[in-house]
């Protein structure tokens, strides 16, 4: 056979593959792309694969605890048997610094460069911190993917 002939069957055979792959939605096997999210102002990966469950979001919800009043946005992703949630919290007035986050408890850790208290509550793996006066916790099934969602 004729190696134009060969080199050309082997392009449209590639072409071919690739197009099924997006069709029929076999990305997230390949690993896909990670995408940027913006939570009340700040930036959150979420890793190829994950899938946000709208059923779980919340925007500009407000509430209170005690006398402290608060606004809240939040978001589930989910990947198997792997679910993560991102909450961000405006306490108004009253700003969120890494001391306060230090008091609600947990161990200081490092995470992706970014320092807040980790905790484990009931199988729950839990990183919070402090970022522009608000206050963002991280919860997942499964301790090792919370990194994957932080940019520094």
């Avoid at 940027?36 to 469950?53: L, M």
Wanted: aromatic share 10%; glycine share 10%.
């Amino acid at each position: 056979m004729n190696k134009k002939i060969l080199a050309l069957l082997t392009l449209l055979v590639l072409a071919a593959s690739v197009s099924a792959v997006s069709a029929f939605g076999f990305e997230d096997l390949l690993g896909g792309e990670n995408e940027t999210v913006t939570i009340d102002g700040i930036d959150f990966n979420i890793p190829a694969g994950f899938k946000e469950d709208a059923n779980y979001s919340a925007e500009d919800e407000k509430t209170s605890v005690g006398s402290i009043s608060y606004t809240f946005d939040q978001k589930l992703y989910e990947k198997g048997s792997t679910a993560v949630s991102i909450l961000v919290a405006d306490y108004g007035e009253n700003k969120v610094t890494d001391e306060i986050v230090g008091s609600i408890g947990g161990e200081k850790a490092t995470l992706n460069g970014i320092d807040g208290y980790s905790s484990k509550e009931n199988d729950i793996y839990i990183f919070s911190y402090a970022k522009n006066d608000k206050l963002v916790t991280i919860t997942s099934t499964d301790e090792k993917v919370i990194g994957d969602f932080l940019i520094a």
